[in-house]
């Protein structure tokens, strides 16, 4: 029997799907996470914007047409939203974000959990990729006001440190470089009555870096940062979410800082970590933004020099504070697109083209026969001559130029 898992979502669904597909190899099944043929696909959707849950429901059509006869398990963030939308012919079983490991025993029915209070442990996973993600808690307690992520998966909920410690020594085994992931991991801890700092500690002893993922910027303080420095272990690569640079426009999404806190916070980690990859996300077209608060968030984003940027066009979605708020033209919302992707192509090549000449430690991932793609530890993609590396692990490589979407190395 040959079941699919297939992921439309974030990390945190990533290892979920990681968790599965261990689960159905434990009980016979031939697994993929590709869209092949199979007898079962498991679809681990995702709500976070419009198009994540077009996209989620387009998939279910994408698999009955490669085969018809398929059975069809839609889990995740864009079911628990609605689960009606995906009662479509040929869906066996549908289920939202809490106990998601129940599709490895169903075969129908549709049944959706009460959203859980605590950290509910899966399976152990395997690591299927070159870098391995690990989930270290669930759930975010902020409610800024676009985002539907905590009325879907509830409030914060830690997974306890022995646990995460256990998974990561057996991902150690086969990858060199460790994703910490999350709906908010800067609220790690504070439900088990410890941090993100201890834990960083706690992970220290493994023989592998540590990439930290989203953070909140209040995270940033002295303390989180000399256990960073302590650990010894954690990448260089700080991924703050901005969503803008605009104190208006922060203060209508019920972001609790103001552009100043955030620019401080950047300056700390700067001088520990002066050449660190500093990167964000940016939401581009809020109901609230005015071109003048667009323009703030361009001029800011200058200021700190972000050396990669996410840009997502705003996704207005029911059932949260900023649905009211209404939504900006079309056309201006991907001019603005265009334009805040345009400076952040420029900032990132600023920022990759300083390390030619120097030395970077690579993760291979991927190769095409010629080049072996991978990860910097400051999260440049650093294309590598293939010479029979292993995916996973670290080599270290010297800079020897450009390409368009990041460098290449010796
Ligand atoms: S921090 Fe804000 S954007 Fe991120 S999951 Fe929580 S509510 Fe959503």
Do not use: W
């Amino acid at each position: 029997m040959k079941t699919a898992v297939i992921n439309i979502g974030c990390k945190v669904n990533q290892c979920e799907c990681d968790s599965l597909m261990t689960g159905l190899l434990a009980r016979g099944h031939e697994v993929t996470d590709e869209l092949v043929f199979a007898d079962n696909y498991v679809i681990n959707t995702c709500a976070v914007t419009k198009e994540a849950e077009r996209k989620s429901r387009q998939f279910v059509g994408k698999v009955k047409k490669i085969n018809p006869r398929a059975r069809v398990f839609v889990i995740g963030c864009a079911s628990e939203k609605n689960f009606e939308q995906f009662s479509l012919k040929g869906v066996q079983y549908i289920s939202g974000t809490a106990k998601k490991d129940a599709v490895l025993e169903m075969v129908d029915g549709v049944h959706i959990e009460p959203l859980p209070t605590q950290y509910e442990s899966m399976p152990l996973g395997t690591n299927f990729r070159a870098r391995a993600y690990v989930k270290i808690e669930d759930g975010c307690n902020n409610f800024c006001s676009y985002c539907i992520i905590p009325y879907l998966r509830g409030r914060c909920r830690s997974r306890s440190v022995e646990s995460i410690l256990e998974e990561c020594k057996k991902a150690s085994e086969n990858t060199d470089e460790i994703v910490l992931t999350g709906i908010n991991i800067s609220c790690y801890g504070a439900d088990i009555g410890t941090s993100l700092s201890e834990l960083i500690l706690a992970l220290a002893e493994l023989p592998v870096r540590i990439r930290l993922g989203s953070l909140e910027a209040n995270v940033i303080d002295q303390s989180f940062l000399d256990a960073v420095i302590k650990a010894g272990n954690v990448c260089p690569h700080f991924h703050l979410s901005l969503q803008s640079g605009s104190d208006a426009v922060l203060k209508s999404m019920n972001r609790h800082y103001t552009t100043k806190e955030f620019a401080d916070k950047v300056a700390l980690i700067r001088t520990y970590f002066p050449t660190a990859a500093i990167t964000t996300d940016i939401i581009v077209g809020f109901a609230t933004e005015s071109e003048e608060n667009f323009n703030e968030t361009l001029a800011f984003a200058k200021e700190i020099a972000f050396s990669d940027i996410h840009v997502f066009p705003y996704s207005r979605r029911s059932g949260t504070a900023a649905y009211s708020l209404g939504a900006i033209p079309d056309a201006v919302m991907s001019d603005r697109v265009k334009r805040l992707s345009a400076l952040r192509d420029e900032l990132k090549k600023e920022y990759e083209s300083a390390f030619v000449g120097s030395v970077l430690q690579v993760i291979p991932e991927t190769s095409d026969g010629i080049y072996f793609e991978g990860h910097s530890e400051n999260y440049i993609k650093v294309y590598i001559p293939d010479r029979d590396y292993t995916a996973g692990k670290i080599i270290e490589v010297t800079i020897e130029g450009e390409r368009p979407d990041g460098l290449v190395a010796k």
